[in-house]
């Protein structure tokens, strides 16, 4: 069964700073990584998806990274802004099962 | 743009009560899902729908019944509310199996069973 574990579950960091989040699964047989963003009360928006056959992928601030062999990926945000303050989730998408599995996600915190 | 819509946003039952969340997108997609979001725990998916007219169970469907009668609404029913499933319900959709785009989710219905 597919565990995807996301650390730390918390991070509070002053705005400026670049920071990471942690992303790791146990099974191997993705299809595709996608991290969301979750903004309270409302719904995931999509930020980055990586295929398995990638390493990383790239949108403005936000850069995601994927190593499938060792079960990991992370997610590099640079010069952090209070609009970042978010959840963010790590989801995998199985070869098999037609499903997303979801980590429980980190909650983030910038400080101006 | 629409996208995926849920109804309704908020709901209090007690316990024993039946109710239906409506989800709706007008994407065209083929494929709808409802998951459930409990605190510290990540979005697990309850059933799902390939198509008009089938569903499938996924990881918690126990107590949830869901229908598809047409493309665009998925319908996911609690025919006697328990406390425990109380949680937070999000809908979503996509194109296509095995597709290299994302999910696209509605804003979530609250639920409170008393």
């Known amino acids: 069964k597919q565990e995807v574990t996301q650390i730390p579950a918390a991070l509070s960091v002053p705005e400026g700073e670049n920071l990471v989040l942690n992303c790791s699964f146990t099974d191997s047989a993705i299809y595709n990584l996608q991290w969301f963003r979750q903004d309270p009360g409302k719904g995931l928006t999509s930020l980055l998806l990586i295929q398995s056959s990638q390493r990383e992928q790239t949108s403005g601030r936000l850069n995601a990274s994927l190593d499938k062999s060792s079960g990991r990926s992370t997610l590099y945000i640079a010069a952090s802004q209070p609009g970042d303050s978010a959840t963010y989730l790590c989801?995998?998408?199985?070869?098999?099962?037609?499903?997303?599995?979801f980590g429980a996600g980190t909650i983030l915190r910038v400080k101006s | 743009n629409a996208g995926v819509t849920q109804t309704p946003k908020f709901r209090v039952l007690k316990t024993g009560q039946s109710m239906t969340l409506l989800c709706a997108q007008d994407?065209?997609?083929?494929?709808m899902y409802w998951y459930r979001q409990d605190p510290g725990m990540g979005l697990r998916l309850i059933h799902y729908s390939v198509g008009e007219g089938t569903t499938a169970k996924g990881e918690v469907p126990d107590g949830y019944n869901v229908s598809r009668l047409k493309k665009q609404n998925f319908l996911l029913g609690l025919e006697s509310a328990a406390p425990s499933q109380t949680s937070v319900y999000f809908c979503a959709s996509n194109r296509k199996i095995y597709s290299n785009q994302p999910q696209h989710f509605g804003d979530g219905t609250r639920l409170s069973i008393l």
């Open positions: 989801a995998v998408y199985m070869e098999y099962g037609n499903k997303l599995v």
């Open positions: 994407m065209n997609h083929e494929y």
